[in-house]
């Protein structure tokens, strides 16, 4: 059969019944494409391979695919039968932004899925409408050439445009249709709530029963908030890189992320790259046909780190796999000569532990500072809180883990108050963060908490170069 046939075919099936012959038939004709139309996968995947795979555990013999080398391959590694159409970039939270190119023949295979689906026509008004709120940092948007229904597009930058979305949120649009209000809404919800709070704005008094966000995860403090603030409205929560097409959704189940049918998830141990069937890894994915043809992501290291867990909840009749996001490589904490190969404090543990207090200051990316210069209360505090951390040998079984925090204010203004958050912040860390409780009820780690003003002017983590490790996040 011909690669054209192959894909043909899968293109029908994933739509199909959940199965692992599904995965692996998908798996073969995405890896016999890539060789046959790729320069670089032509020279990466061996003369034969796709003819031998009989499992998917049989992707292991491929290299690990990184962003450096995406990107020292340039166009080598895009597929000549599906050139790029539209392109966008990723945030570059992980080094240099990435360009990502989208041919016609991705498109159209989204937009065909969604209409078979009949996804966004069940259980949905007449004249429905989507509010898509983006930010100003990914490039080219995609939302007008792939989604097939009615939608508005507000990118925020500043008071004007989230004043422009929330007159889109609250009127009728009768350009559209009669009764045309905005029922569904996606985007960058955080800041657009913490917009209409702090102008006394009740988004109960919208039109509004769905909520989407993808990205970062979002901590139980904000699930609250969006829940009481937005009366109820469904809320879906979905994972996602930029680069990937496919990423994983919010359980009501069970509570974690399961994978889309769109990939193919690996996770890797951080230190030797085995594969690992439960525990903390890396999270690796190979983007599968007919969603992505144009540059394959085949075993991309994600660089993010997960809890995984094999299940059996019904939510992922797929992969049988549930996550937990832990946050950036990067940004955990080796815990040095007790343990080598042992990571801690992860950047979302950390996050759940002082996502209440209000007093630590937090990261404000570029497009945040426009609307905290003008005056819009809230924004300061929707970041990763600024931190870093330091390791030290204690004795030959003992290690101290010294974490500090940044506060809005100098301590010294407010010493009562700075020594009670303290201890506060070091018994949250403690019981939110696993891996740091078991240590300390061992004995075999001192926890301490410092506490520091406001060091530089720009509260972005990435300008922290004095700290180690450096936090940066997504």
């Not at 004795?395 to 101290?400: E, K, M, N, S």
Request: charged share 25%; net charge neutral; glycine share 8%.
């Amino acid at each position: 059969m011909s690669s054209e046939q192959a894909i043909s075919n899968d293109d029908k099936a994933v739509t199909g019944k959940s199965t692992e012959a599904l995965k692996l038939r998908l798996l073969n004709a995405t890896l016999r494409h890539a060789r046959e139309q790729s320069e670089f996968y032509h020279e990466r995947i061996p003369e034969g391979f796709v003819e031998r795979i009989t499992s998917i555990g049989d992707l292991e013999a491929l290299p690990i695919l990184t962003k450096e080398e995406i990107e020292a391959a340039g166009s080598r590694i895009i597929c000549r039968d599906s050139p790029p159409e539209i392109f966008k970039t990723s945030r570059g939270t992980t080094g240099q932004p990435l360009l990502v190119p989208i041919s016609r023949k991705e498109i159209d295979a989204y937009n065909d899925t969604l209409r078979e689906l009949g996804f966004w026509k069940r259980n949905y008004p007449p004249n429905t409408l989507f509010l898509d709120i983006d930010d100003d940092v990914h490039g080219e948007r995609l939302t007008g050439a792939l989604l097939p229904f009615p939608h508005l597009c507000v990118t925020i930058y500043g008071r004007d445009s989230l004043e422009g979305a929330a007159r889109h949120l609250f009127r009728e649009h009768t350009q559209i249709g009669n009764g045309a209000y905005v029922t569904d809404l996606m985007g960058d919800l955080v800041k657009f709530t913490t917009y209409l709070v702090s102008e006394e704005r009740d988004p109960r008094a919208s039109h509004v029963r769905n909520l989407y966000f993808a990205g970062r995860g979002v901590s139980d403090k904000w699930r609250s908030i969006l829940t009481e603030v937005w009366g109820g409205a469904d809320q879906s929560e979905v994972y996602g890189l930029s680069e990937v097409f496919g990423g994983a959704s919010r359980c009501q189940r069970c509570g974690r992320y399961h994978l889309s049918p769109y990939v193919i998830p690996e996770v890797l141990d951080p230190f030797n790259r085995s594969r690992l069937e439960d525990g903390i890894g890396v999270l690796v994915l190979t983007t599968l046909i007919p969603f992505v043809r144009s540059r394959p992501m085949i075993r991309y290291w994600t660089g993010d780190i997960v809890n995984a867990v094999r299940t059996s909840c019904p939510g992922d009749r797929f992969h049988r796999l549930g996550i937990e996001i832990k946050g950036r490589l990067r940004d955990a904490v080796r815990l040095g000569p007790l343990a080598p190969n042992r990571l801690a404090l992860f950047p979302y543990d950390v996050l759940a532990a002082v996502d209440e207090i209000p007093d630590i200051r937090r990261a404000v990316h570029s497009i945040d500072r426009l609307a905290i210069a003008e005056g819009i209360a809230g924004f300061e505090y929707v970041g990763f809180p600024i931190y870093a951390a330091s390791i030290k040998e204690v004795t030959p079984d003992r290690i101290g883990l010294m974490v500090s925090f940044e506060l809005r204010y100098p301590p010294r203004l407010f010493p009562q108050r700075t020594k009670e958050l303290q201890t506060v912040i070091a018994s949250r860390l403690i019981s939110c963060c696993h891996e740091i409780r078991e240590l300390v009820e061992t004995g075999r780690l001192e926890l301490s908490v410092e506490l520091h003003g406001p060091r530089i002017k720009s509260a972005y983590p990435s300008d922290l170069a004095d700290q180690e490790p450096k936090p940066r996040f997504s």
